[in-house]
């Protein structure tokens, strides 16, 4: 059948629409802190102080609060104290040497017929207490020295540093608060220079796409978009969706991008490899 020419242009434009509707594909999604840690503290104690607010850039190893650490600041001049003593240890090396010495003159005299085997042995006794009380006293450093770096490591621990660089976004605890095993987290420090973006592609789609691709994405309704690299493809579909995990990675070194806000991808658009 001949079709009229306003029929046929609007067949066309019908025609084209349905095809465009089958290629392009827009999904939506939330950006979010590519990193996000809840800051605990390793040791239990009391709050001295939060160095931080919310809203402060710290940067990784940075000092974000402190435990008291009074006890054991003490504790650890005693350990350092009982380190540095020396004493028993010059007595149990005097003690040695001269039960060596004594044992080797027993044995110059017993081949000489001035000793008895008798004497030789009541010296061969005192030597070995002698080299026990010396290994004893050896032992007894070791453990000082262990001790002392135990206690070094629980005040290391008792300062609680930012594991990256980043933000604080909340702090949960005050200076004053006691911070318990039930309860470490003391703040939470998120990471902004690059921000993440979870999408559910279709299935029809996942077959186009590869790890380390760079797409574009629009971020807060911004008309130009931002070149996002893709970080994982998850190797499992969602059977109720029928679709599939991406994770984008978005650089965002200069903070112009918030994280929390919506994040289209067009997989009708152009792929970069």
């Not at 998120?190 to 996942?206: M, T």
Request: net charge negative; hydrophobic share 40%.
């Amino acid at each position: 059948m001949k079709r009229k020419p306003i029929q046929w242009t609007a067949w066309c434009i019908l025609t084209c629409i349905s095809v465009a509707s089958v290629h392009a594909i827009e999904i939506e999604t939330f950006t979010q802190p590519y990193r996000s840690v809840d800051v605990p503290a390793a040791e239990m104690g009391v709050l001295e102080e939060v160095l931080v607010e919310e809203g402060s850039r710290v940067s990784e190893g940075q000092l974000l609060a402190q435990i008291d650490d009074r006890v054991l600041r003490a504790s650890l001049e005693i350990a350092e104290a009982a380190v540095r003593a020396t004493s028993s240890q010059r007595a149990a090396e005097a003690e040695l040497a001269l039960c060596e010495e004594q044992l080797r003159s027993y044995r110059e005299l017993l081949n000489e017929g001035n000793a008895t085997q008798r004497e030789v042995d009541r010296a061969e006794t005192n030597y070995w207490q002698a080299t026990t009380r010396m290994q004893t006293v050896r032992e007894d450093a070791e453990m000082r020295e262990l001790e002392q770096k135990r206690i070094a490591t629980q005040l290391a621990n008792r300062r609680i540093e930012s594991p990256l660089d980043g933000v604080v976004v909340r702090i949960e605890k005050e200076a004053g608060e006691f911070v318990s095993p039930t309860d470490p987290v003391v703040m939470k420090v998120v990471q902004l220079d690059r921000l993440r973006a979870i999408f559910s592609v279709p299935l029809s789609r996942i077959h186009t796409l590869v790890k380390g691709q760079q797409v574009p994405v629009y971020v807060s309704g911004n008309q130009t978009p931002v070149d996002a690299t893709i970080e994982i493809i998850s190797p499992v579909a969602d059977a109720e969706s029928s679709s599939v995990r991406v994770t984008l990675r978005i650089d965002n070194v200069k903070g112009d991008l918030l994280s929390g806000v919506i994040c289209r991808w067009d997989l009708g658009g152009s792929f970069r490899d």
